[in-house]
């Protein structure tokens, strides 16, 4: 009867182990659920700053050369200004 008892005991326990494992299995499995989410979100930033980047510097490329294109029209200008004569 004792043997049985400790065996009862003993059977509990691993119970309650296994029981134990279970769950932190279940909570490791959340955590790495919510890791992946927290990776993807971080990704889809990441790749939406790079857009962003990319996407401003060809807006500073087409500024620099509106830019140019303004600066050859004023020369164009003043040299016709240059060129008309004076009216007095």
Known sequence: ????????QEA???QQ???ADKLAAQEAKK????AD????LLQQQAKAEK????????????????QKEVDKLD????????KEP???
Do not use: F, I
């Open 51 to 66: 857009l962003a980047a990319q996407e401003a510097k060809k807006l500073q490329l087409e500024q620099e050369k509106a």
């Open 1 to 8: 009867a004792k043997a049985d008892k400790l065996a009862a």
């Open 17 to 19: 182990q296994a029981k």
């Open 31 to 34: 955590l790495q659920l919510e």
């Open 75 to 82: 020369k164009l200008n003043d040299k016709k200004v240059q």
């Open 86 to 88: 004076k009216k007095s």
């Open 37 to 40: 989410k927290e990776a993807k």
């Open 12 to 14: 509990k326990k691993l």
